[in-house]
């Protein structure tokens, strides 16, 4: 393993690349950088990931009054820095396995990795309808952190029924006229406490047992076409903006074919989070198995780093 002192230069392999700067791939950081493991992190958009788009985040322990999710990615950054890990802005394109050591290609050039920890975590699932795409940013939206405070007093909807989209709803109720929750099932799949609050609400109301089927506007969002899913009934809601939470996908488009992946694209690991090519781990949401939240991803970061460890070890 590369010595400490390789930190404050840019070796020319290092002891690990870490994709992604997700909560997962942060708690790893931490670790590699206390064992003096060579550790860079390359993020295509801002440390934190998926956390940074929560307005508060109540069930992170150690912070029982909640903290802002763009908080607590910052404070998990920071540490990650504080043990000497060094973080650089690039996408990467393509990973060659060819021969050691692993080459990343990314926008920003290409770099030399003995190890690679895969945490790129994922994106949010698109409804796959007419107008999606047109009135994206034009009244739809997949972030209500981001983009609720643009419809202030407005009527708005949130799709989905899951905790993120609870939470979307909560969270626009306090700048909406009126939130309508449009939801495939009969009751929602969010965590008991979020259902209470949605319920007791008095600008949150549901649309039970529907589906979206068109997104419908001129310039912008005016409307959107919903189905009865018992009766196959259709209708026109008017409706100012929608917000889109039905999910994620994994952000593993761009990775080489000798990755095992299942098929919905969650990477496949063994016990050590390790994949199907020695030396690549992963960690975080975009793994099978993972329960999505970011006390597990912070696990599996930490998990992930005991493999690395060994990995490195047994390889130096």
């Given at each position: 393993?590369?010595?400490?002192?390789?930190?404050?230069?840019?070796?020319?392999?290092?002891?690990?690349?870490?994709?992604?700067?997700?909560?997962?791939?942060?708690?790893?950081?931490?670790?590699?950088?206390?064992?003096?493991?060579?550790?860079?992190?390359?993020?295509?958009?801002?440390?934190?990931?998926?956390?940074?788009?929560?307005?508060?985040?109540?069930?992170?322990?150690?912070?029982?009054?909640?903290?802002?999710?763009?908080?607590?990615?910052?404070?998990?950054?920071?540490?990650?820095?504080?043990?000497?890990?060094?973080?650089?802005?690039?996408?990467?394109?393509?990973?060659?396995?060819?021969?050691?050591?692993?080459?990343?290609q990314t926008n920003a050039g290409e770099y030399s990795a003995r190890s690679l920890l895969l945490s790129m975590g994922t994106r949010p699932r698109r409804l796959?309808?007419?107008?999606?795409?047109?009135?994206?940013?034009?009244?739809?939206?997949?972030?209500?952190?981001?983009?609720?405070?643009?419809?202030?007093g407005k009527q708005l909807m949130v799709v989905g029924g899951g905790d993120a989209a609870i939470e979307e709803a909560l969270f626009l109720a306090g700048l909406?006229?009126?939130?309508?929750?449009?939801?495939?099932?009969?009751?929602?799949?969010?965590?008991?406490?979020?259902?209470?609050?949605?319920?007791?609400?008095?600008?949150?109301?549901?649309?039970?047992?529907?589906?979206?089927?068109?997104?419908?506007?001129?310039?912008?969002?005016?409307?959107?076409?919903?189905?009865?899913?018992?009766?196959?009934?259709?209708?026109?809601?008017?409706?100012?903006?929608?917000?889109?939470?039905?999910?994620?996908?994994?952000?593993?488009?761009?990775?080489?074919?000798?990755?095992?992946?299942?098929?919905?694209?969650?990477?496949?690991?063994?016990?050590?989070?390790?994949?199907?090519?020695?030396?690549?781990?992963a960690a975080g949401d975009l793994r099978v198995g993972s329960y999505r939240q970011i006390t597990c991803a912070v696990g599996d970061g930490t998990l992930a780093?005991?493999?690395?460890?060994?990995?490195?070890?047994?390889?130096?």
């Amino acid at each position: 393993m590369t010595d400490s002192s390789s930190k404050s230069q840019d070796p020319e392999v290092w002891d690990l690349v870490i994709i992604g700067a997700g909560p997962a791939g942060l708690a790893c950081a931490i670790y590699t950088g206390r064992a003096r493991i060579s550790t860079l992190i390359l993020e295509k958009m801002m440390a934190g990931g998926q956390t940074t788009l929560n307005d508060v985040i109540e069930n992170y322990p150690g912070f029982p009054e909640g903290i802002p999710g763009f908080e607590l990615a910052q404070k998990m950054a920071d540490h990650a820095r504080r043990f000497g890990a060094r973080m650089e802005t690039a996408e990467v394109s393509g990973i060659d396995f060819a021969a050691p050591p692993m080459r990343l290609q990314t926008n920003a050039g290409e770099y030399s990795a003995r190890s690679l920890l895969l945490s790129m975590g994922t994106r949010p699932r698109r409804l796959g309808v007419p107008g999606e795409r047109e009135f994206y940013t034009k009244g739809l939206s997949y972030c209500a952190t981001c983009d609720g405070p643009l419809f202030a007093g407005k009527q708005l909807m949130v799709v989905g029924g899951g905790d993120a989209a609870i939470e979307e709803a909560l969270f626009l109720a306090g700048l909406a006229s009126k939130v309508t929750v449009v939801h495939r099932r009969d009751q929602l799949r969010a965590e008991r406490i979020l259902q209470e609050r949605a319920f007791a609400h008095d600008k949150i109301e549901f649309l039970w047992r529907s589906v979206v089927t068109r997104v419908i506007g001129d310039s912008a969002l005016r409307a959107v076409q919903v189905r009865d899913v018992a009766t196959g009934d259709e209708k026109d809601v008017p409706i100012d903006g929608v917000f889109v939470a039905i999910g994620t996908v994994p952000q593993t488009d761009f990775l080489p074919p000798e990755i095992q992946r299942d098929e919905g694209g969650f990477i496949i690991t063994g016990p050590d989070l390790q994949t199907s090519v020695e030396g690549v781990f992963a960690a975080g949401d975009l793994r099978v198995g993972s329960y999505r939240q970011i006390t597990c991803a912070v696990g599996d970061g930490t998990l992930a780093y005991r493999g690395i460890f060994d990995y490195l070890d047994k390889h130096s």
